[in-house]
């Protein structure tokens, strides 16, 4: 029977659980990208985060950066801790030594390391720079084997760092020593720089592959798993219990409510009445005791409550219990994969059952790969749906009075049930219309009925 193979943590818990659980020990790990790209801090963050008086840690620099230069900045990231210094974290220049004795003499000094603080981690920043100081092909390969070979000896995971664009990688000789590929990213913007995280490969476990976001902050790097859109198992069964939209009205035209853990996309022009139909749904769930997430890219939490209040609806005290949380983030700022992260965290910590994202249309804003925006968009309301929250979703529309203008790039197939809100001019008037276009398997009223907002809040025209 094979053993399960241990695990050594990045010290980032989500990229622990994009690998499965972590680096495999005793692995050789290649950590690539372009200056900048915040390979040096992954590792500081990984060593640090590992490192204990019976767990040590290597960290050998090359000429690539002096060592005092790396720890002065490495001491403004919260993982620091200076009490590890040269005791559980040992800083040893490997670069001088092999320039002054070469080659062989840097493996001896390695193989003396190894011997005299048997660490479980010992990183190699840079192996770009080794390879420049060893000019010979042959010689650099020749090296790079016998480091493996001391390194499998002795059970140590390594990590080696390298300055490589993913089509140099796969050119150089470090890509046949190395059990893992980590490739960190950028895209430049005017607005603001994006930086993404992939796994090439990792050999003895599965990871999810495909482009995460980071960012660099005070705790380090900080990554966002992508949302996956793979099929998840669902529960239909709750489909057969309703939820009150907290008008009862609409709650008759849509056979009892919206069906529970069913995704809800509500789509009109601006001012047809999407935020405050979305408040109603959220307010029915609270009074019911039903934790909700507002999740705004337009208007901020002062605004939505005082629009609220100025309607009848007052949010104050389910916001001082924690039931009733607002979510308010700029669409200029938006970052889908970051943010898509952050509303799961929210719902799970929170045990969230109604949540509204108010609106879909930032998303696209977002997202310049409309493909991957559709994609996007299933996986999230899958996901929810799997855990049974009930979703509902605000859709900008333009040409309100079309309805198969409802949606674009195909993000009607994903979505159980669809409103449509609506103008319509009559003489001198502008008037507000709602009609329920679809409800998957579910009877509902087609009828098109004339809605009032109104200092009473949500009403139909009887």
């Not at 976001?213 to 309703?242: A, D, H, K, M």
């Not at 035209?253 to 139909?277: D, N």
């Given at each position: 029977?094979?053993?399960?193979?241990?695990?050594?943590?990045?010290?980032?818990?989500?990229?622990?659980?994009?690998?499965?659980?972590?680096?495999?020990?005793?692995?050789?790990?290649?950590?690539?990208?372009?200056?900048?790209?915040?390979?040096t801090i992954m590792a500081h963050q990984m060593m640090f985060n590992n490192a204990s008086p019976d767990s040590k840690?290597?960290?050998?620099?090359?000429?690539?950066?002096?060592?005092?230069?790396?720890?002065?900045?490495?001491?403004?990231?919260?993982?620091?801790?200076?009490?590890?210094?040269?005791?559980?974290?040992?800083?040893?220049?490997?670069?001088?030594?092999?320039?002054?004795?070469?080659?062989?003499?840097?493996?001896?000094?390695?193989?003396?390391?190894?011997?005299?603080?048997?660490?479980?981690?010992?990183?190699?920043?840079?192996?770009?720079?080794?390879?420049?100081?060893?000019?010979?092909?042959?010689?650099?390969?020749?090296?790079?084997?016998?480091?493996?070979?001391?390194?499998?000896?002795?059970?140590?995971?390594?990590?080696?760092?390298?300055?490589?664009?993913?089509?140099?990688?796969?050119?150089?000789?470090?890509?046949?020593?190395?059990?893992?590929?980590?490739?960190?990213?950028?895209?430049?913007?005017?607005?603001?720089?994006?930086?993404?995280?992939?796994?090439?490969?990792?050999?003895?476990?599965?990871?999810?592959?495909?482009?995460?976001?980071?960012?660099?902050?005070?705790?380090?790097?900080?990554?966002?798993?992508?949302?996956?859109?793979?099929?998840?198992?669902?529960?239909?069964?709750?489909?057969?219990?309703?939820?009150?939209?907290?008008?009862?009205?609409?709650?008759e035209m849509m056979g009892g409510g919206i069906p529970k853990g069913s995704t809800t996309l509500l789509s009109g022009?601006?001012?047809?009445?999407?935020?405050?139909?979305?408040?109603?749904?959220?307010?029915?769930?609270?009074?019911?005791?039903?934790?909700?997430?507002?999740?705004?890219?337009?208007?901020?939490?002062?605004?939505?409550?005082?629009?609220?209040?100025?309607?009848?609806?007052?949010?104050?005290?389910?916001?001082?219990?924690?039931?009733?949380?607002?979510?308010?983030?700029?669409?200029?700022?938006?970052?889908?994969?970051?943010?898509?992260?952050?509303?799961?965290?929210?719902?799970?910590?929170?045990?969230?059952?109604?949540?509204?994202?108010?609106?879909?249309?930032?998303?696209?804003?977002?997202?310049?790969?409309?493909?991957?925006?559709?994609?996007?968009?299933?996986?999230?309301?899958?996901?929810?749906?799997?855990?049974?929250?009930?979703?509902?979703?605000?859709?900008?529309?333009?040409?309100?009075?079309?309805?198969?203008?409802?949606?674009?790039?195909?993000?009607?197939?994903?979505?159980?049930?669809?409103?449509?809100?609506?103008?319509?001019?009559?003489?001198?008037?502008?008037?507000?219309?709602?009609?329920?276009?679809?409800?998957?398997?579910?009877?509902?009223?087609?009828?098109?009925?004339?809605?009032?907002?109104?200092?009473?809040?949500?009403?139909?025209?009887?």
């Amino acid at each position: 029977m094979l053993k399960t193979l241990k695990r050594i943590s990045t010290g980032i818990n989500t990229l622990d659980n994009i690998l499965n659980g972590g680096v495999p020990e005793g692995s050789t790990v290649l950590v690539v990208g372009r200056p900048g790209s915040g390979k040096t801090i992954m590792a500081h963050q990984m060593m640090f985060n590992n490192a204990s008086p019976d767990s040590k840690a290597i960290y050998l620099t090359t000429l690539a950066e002096p060592q005092v230069k790396v720890m002065r900045f490495q001491q403004e990231f919260t993982y620091f801790d200076s009490n590890k210094f040269q005791k559980s974290v040992i800083y040893h220049d490997l670069g001088s030594i092999l320039r002054k004795s070469g080659p062989t003499h840097a493996l001896a000094v390695i193989d003396q390391l190894l011997q005299q603080h048997q660490p479980s981690l010992i990183i190699i920043d840079t192996i770009k720079t080794l390879a420049d100081m060893i000019t010979s092909f042959t010689e650099f390969r020749e090296f790079l084997l016998d480091l493996s070979l001391r390194l499998a000896t002795w059970g140590c995971t390594a990590i080696l760092i390298g300055e490589y664009s993913e089509e140099e990688i796969e050119l150089r000789p470090e890509s046949s020593i190395a059990d893992g590929i980590v490739y960190l990213y950028g895209t430049e913007d005017k607005k603001q720089q994006k930086r993404f995280l992939r796994i090439l490969k990792m050999r003895g476990t599965d990871f999810q592959g495909g482009e995460n976001i980071f960012c660099i902050t005070r705790n380090g790097l900080e990554v966002y798993p992508r949302l996956s859109p793979n099929l998840i198992e669902q529960n239909y069964q709750q489909f057969n219990q309703r939820l009150s939209t907290g008008i009862t009205t609409m709650d008759e035209m849509m056979g009892g409510g919206i069906p529970k853990g069913s995704t809800t996309l509500l789509s009109g022009a601006s001012g047809t009445g999407k935020t405050v139909l979305a408040l109603n749904f959220l307010r029915a769930g609270l009074e019911n005791s039903e934790p909700a997430l507002y999740v705004s890219f337009e208007e901020n939490d002062r605004q939505l409550l005082k629009g609220a209040e100025n309607l009848g609806m007052n949010f104050n005290s389910y916001i001082n219990k924690g039931v009733f949380k607002i979510l308010h983030v700029s669409p200029i700022e938006l970052d889908v994969d970051k943010h898509v992260y952050e509303i799961q965290r929210i719902v799970k910590e929170n045990n969230v059952k109604r949540l509204v994202i108010d609106s879909i249309s930032s998303f696209e804003i977002g997202m310049h790969d409309k493909v991957k925006y559709s994609d996007y968009i299933w996986a999230l309301t899958d996901y929810f749906k799997s855990q049974g929250v009930s979703v509902l979703l605000t859709h900008e529309l333009h040409d309100s009075a079309n309805v198969t203008t409802l949606t674009k790039h195909g993000i009607s197939f994903v979505t159980d049930n669809m409103i449509l809100l609506r103008y319509a001019e009559e003489g001198l008037y502008v008037r507000r219309y709602l009609r329920i276009v679809k409800m998957r398997s579910s009877n509902h009223s087609t009828v098109m009925r004339e809605i009032i907002i109104s200092a009473d809040g949500f009403n139909f025209v009887l």
